[in-house]
C-alpha cells in the first residue's frame, strides 16, 4: 500500500485556469506538507497543517490555497495558473512537525505544467 | 530567516571514488535530516541525526553531525551507480525558526560514471 499518493501524477494546463492537487497519507501521521520543486530542483516548503493549524510560507501566492477535509488528506487549490507555476509538487507527512519525529514521507509528486 | 547551504551543487566521480556533501546552517540546529532523491523520483529519508558530534553509518555511508550543531557532511564511500541521485540535507532550528519546518538545502547531485 502506498503511504502518501498524490493525484494526479501529470497535469497540463492552460494559464489562467484553477486546478487542484490531492494528496492522501494512510501512516496515521499528524503533520501534512506541500513542497514545490522547481527545474533547478530546488525543494521549497509551501505550507505545513497539523492539527487545523495552517502555517503558510510567506513567500507563497494567495493564489495557492491548501484545504484539508480531514487528518489524512490535504488537497493543492491553485487559482489563475501563471507559467511560473509549472514544477513538481510533493506532498509529505510526518509524524509531528518538529523534532525527532518529523521525518518526512513524502508523496511521488505532481508535474504540472503551464502553457 | 533560517537558512541551509549545502555545498557543492553538483558532483561527478568515478564508479569507486569517494563522495562528501556538506551543510551549514545560518542557526543552531534542533536536528538534520538527509534525504536522497533518485532521478525521476521523490526524496527519501536517508537519517536523521540529533546530538552534537554524533555520527551514523549505513553501510559506504557516512554522517556527520558538527559539535555546534551548524553543519553535517555526508560522506559515501567507494560510490556505485545505485547511489546515482540528489542529495538533500534538511535542518530544522533549534529555536523553532520557520514555525519547526525543515528547511531543506539546495541539494547535490551525485552523477557517477561506470
Known amino acids: ?9 501529470y497535469l497540463v494546463t492552460q494559464m489562467g485556469n484553477d486546478k487542484s492537487i490531492k494528496c492522501e497519507q494512510n501512516l496515521g501521521h499528524d503533520t501534512m506538507y506541500w513542497y514545490k520543486q522547481d527545474s533547478k530542483k530546488f525543494l521549497k ?6 492539527n487545523k493549524e495552517l502555517i503558510i510560507n510567506e513567500t507563497v501566492p494567495n493564489r495557492f490555497s491548501p484545504k484539508s477535509p480531514d487528518k489524512a488528506h490535504l488537497n493543492l487549490h491553485i487559482n489563475s495558473l501563471e507559467l511560473g507555476d509549472s514544477a513538481v509538487y510533493f506532498c509529505a507527512s510526518s509524524p509531528q512537525r518538529g523534532g525527532p519525529r518529523s521525518t518526512q514521507y513524502f508523496g511521488p509528486g505532481t508535474r504540472l505544467t503551464v502553457l | 530567516g533560517q537558512q541551509v547551504m549545502q555545498i ?12 562528501t556533501t556538506y551543510c551549514n546552517s545560518s542557526t543552531t540546529l534542533s536536528n538534520i535530516q538527509w534525504y536522497k532523491q533518485r532521478p525521476g523520483g521523490h526524496p527519501v529519508f536517508l537519517i536523521q541525526l540529533v ?22 557532511s555526508l560522506h559515501i564511500t567507494a560510490t556505485q ?19 519547526g519546518n525543515l528547511i531543506f538545502g539546495k541539494g547535490t547531485k551525485l552523477s557517477v560514471k561506470p
Open chain 2, 81 to 99: 551507480t545505485t547511489d546515482v541521485g540528489t542529495y538533500f540535507c534538511a535542518g530544522q532550528s533549534r529555536y523553532g525558526g520557520s514555525q
Open chain 2, 8 to 19: 557543492p551543487q553538483y558532483q561527478h566521480v568515478q564508479e569507486g571514488e569517494d563522495f
Open chain 1, 45 to 50: 516548503i509551501m505550507f505545513s497543517y497539523n
Open chain 1, 1 to 9: 500500500d502506498t503511504a502518501v499518493s498524490q493525484t494526479p501524477k
Open chain 2, 51 to 72: 546530538k552534537s558530534g554524533e555520527v551514523k553509518k549505513q553501510k559506504r555511508l557516512t554522517f556527520q553531525f558538527g559539535e555546534a550543531k551548524k553543519n553535517s
